[in-house]
Structures are given as structure tokens and as C-alpha cells.
């Protein structure tokens, strides 16, 4: 199995443009998650799903869309990227609600 | 709604000396909680996980967690620390009565060994 692989591990982007960071799992999860780390910060939970077709908001939402077609892909889209959107992105994803939550190795973005 | 807290933002322990790293939590359900690694420029690893029974957990690389729930605690230790423990630790909680599923981090923990 490769887990949660995340593409891609890093990306500049000018301000205004758009990208799609992409996150795939093989381990059949229900759970997906997207995070962002700002430096020397804790992880921030942008988006969530529960299953293929469900999506839900997290702490921090604005500036993103997520979509859930199938178990294993579970896409991040950044639309007019700005400044305040440079950080790192983590994709994750858990079997269970109590189970253990498995990353993805991360995608540093620079917006400038 | 559920939150956790690490009240330290870095702790420093020599190497060979006990390591306590700490997390605090609210959840208004049972909590599921669990502990990460991260080292640099590398995604999070799992270390141990509390879902319920013993509230002593045992968890990779000799490291272990204890629940208190009147203290709602869940604070991360080692007997004897390692250079190799340097690294950022995170805490994280889920309320199992939560529809949401969300998983929510602390703002992690540094961690220093020094030889």
C-alpha cells in the first residue's frame, strides 16, 4: 500500500491564480481530511469527508473547495490564491472514526 | 464543541532524564485521543491512541500517555529520553459523540533533547 500520497510537494503560485493539490489514498478510508500548518503552528482542519459524495467545512474553509467523487481521491482546490494561503498542506485520512489517522507526506505552497 | 490545549510550546530535557509532554482536552462526550510526531519536513506519524479500557497507553518508541478524565489530560511521557525524541509533538482529540468526525490538533510541542 502507498498510503496517502499527496501531489504535488511543492508548488509557487502567483497571487490570483488557481491550483488543485491533489490527495489520493489506497487504504479504502471513509475519512479524508485536509489540514494546513502554518510555520511553527499547529494543524488547522480546512475541509473533511465521510465518505465518498459528503464534504464538510472545517476550522477554516474560505479561499478552498473540496470534492469527494470516489473513497480514494479527495482534491483541495485553491481559487485566487493570496499571500495568506502560503503554508503547508496536509492530506489525511482514517478508517474509523477512533481509529488512527494516517498522513500524506505534505505540499509546501508559496503564493507571491 | 471539542478543543484541545498544549499549554508548552517547547520543552527541554536532557538526554536519560524523564520527558513529560502535555495536553489537555474538552470534548462533551467520551474522547478518543491520540499523540503525533512530526519531524522536519515530514508529515505527521502516529504514536499511540486512548479509545478506552487501561488509562495507561502504551505507544511506539518507548513513549506512553495516561488518561486522566476527572483531569481531562492526556499528557505524553518517556522514562528516559533521546536525542532522536527532538521533534514536534501534537495531541489530538475526537468526541465520539460528535456527528462531525472531526479530529482536532493542538498547536503542538517542541520538543529538545540535549545530549
Known amino acids: 500500500n502507498a498510503g496517502v500520497t499527496q501531489t504535488p510537494k511543492f508548488r509557487i503560485l502567483k497571487i490570483g491564480q488557481s491550483m488543485t493539490l491533489q490527495c489520493t489514498q489506497d487504504?479504502?478510508?471513509?475519512?479524508m481530511y485536509w489540514y494546513r500548518q502554518d510555520p511553527g503552528m499547529g494543524l488547522k482542519l480546512i475541509y473533511y469527508?465521510?465518505?465518498?459524495?459528503?464534504?464538510d467545512k472545517g476550522e477554516v474553509p474560505n479561499g478552498y473547495n473540496v470534492s469527494r467523487s470516489t473513497t480514494e481521491d479527495f482534491p483541495l482546490r485553491l481559487e485566487l490564491a493570496a499571500p495568506s494561503q502560503t503554508s503547508v498542506y496536509f492530506c489525511?485520512?482514517?478508517?474509523?472514526?477512533?481509529?488512527?489517522?494516517?498522513f500524506g507526506q505534505g505540499t509546501r505552497l508559496t503564493v507571491v | 464543541a471539542q478543543s484541545v490545549a498544549q499549554p508548552e510550546d517547547q520543552v527541554n530535557v536532557a538526554e536519560g532524564n524523564p520527558l513529560t509532554v502535555k495536553c489537555t482536552y474538552s470534548?462533551?462526550?467520551?474522547?478518543?485521543l491520540f499523540w503525533y510526531v512530526q519531524y522536519p519536513n515530514r508529515g505527521l506519524q502516529f504514536l499511540l491512541k486512548?479509545?478506552?479500557?487501561?488509562?495507561l497507553v502504551k505507544g511506539s518508541y518507548g513513549f506512553e500517555a495516561e488518561f486522566n478524565k476527572s483531569q481531562t489530560s492526556f499528557h505524553l511521557k518517556k522514562p528516559s529520553a533521546l536525542v532522536s525524541d527532538s521533534a514536534l509533538y501534537f495531541c489530538?482529540?475526537?468526541?465520539?459523540?460528535?456527528?462531525?468526525?472531526?479530529?482536532?490538533f493542538g498547536s503542538g510541542t517542541r520538543l529538545s533533547i540535549r545530549p
Open positions: 489525511a485520512s482514517s478508517p474509523l472514526a477512533q481509529g488512527r489517522t494516517f
Open positions: 487504504m479504502n478510508h471513509n475519512y
Open positions: 469527508s465521510v465518505g465518498a459524495g459528503i464534504t
Open positions: 470534548v462533551s462526550g467520551n474522547p478518543y
Open positions: 486512548y479509545i478506552t479500557g487501561d488509562n
Open positions: 489530538a482529540v475526537r468526541d465520539e459523540d460528535s456527528s462531525a468526525s472531526k479530529i482536532i
